[in-house]
Structures are given as C-alpha cells and as structure tokens.
C-alpha cells in the first residue's frame, strides 16, 4: 500500500479556484499545441508552447510543494513524525526536479 493512500488536503476554497483555473489554462495551451501539429506549424513555435506549459506546471508544482512545506510537513513535525515527514518531502524534490 502506498505511504500516502487515504491522506488528504483540504485547501482553502479560493487556493482551489486559483489552481484549477491555471490547470485549466495549461489545459487550453495543450489543445492549442495539438492544433498547431494538426496544422503543420513551424516546429519553433510548438517548442515555444511547450517551454511555456513546462514553466506554467512547474509553477503549479511549487505552489503546491509551498502548501505541502508550511502545513503537511510543519504538521507531522509538530505530531512527532518529523523523520518520515522530511524523508517523505526530499522524495518529493527528487521526483519534482527530476529531468527525464
């Protein structure tokens, strides 16, 4: 069984809307990319796209990973469980800035 099966994060309602809606931004960037394949754009401009998706969900990945610092990992720290927190947070970095 997976170590953070049936853990769950509540987030505020707005921080929610805020990565839901950038999420469905990059969404949008993805079609966009499909059609500029679809119809035989210049492969230059494609890899534009795609470097800005890049950033755009690394972008959302720190958020995230900001969120999962302050509270989850500062959270266990205080219950006791700091050891499994921070091994659980620098398996976290290793996958996030992983490069292929």
């Not at 119809?39 to 969900?57: F, G, P």
């Amino acid at each position: 069984m997976d170590k953070t099966e049936g853990k769950v994060t509540h987030r505020p309602v707005k921080e929610k809307e805020q990565l839901v809606n950038r999420l469905k931004r990059i969404e949008g960037q993805v079609r966009g990319i499909q059609n500029m394949i679809e119809n035989d754009r210049y492969c230059v401009d494609i890899l534009t796209q795609i470097s800005a998706i890049n950033a755009a969900m690394n972008k959302v990945g720190l958020q995230l990973l900001e969120r999962h610092t302050q509270h989850c990992v500062s959270d266990a720290i205080k219950d006791g469980n700091e050891e499994e927190a921070i091994q659980e947070l620098m398996d976290v970095f290793k996958r996030f800035t992983k490069t292929s």
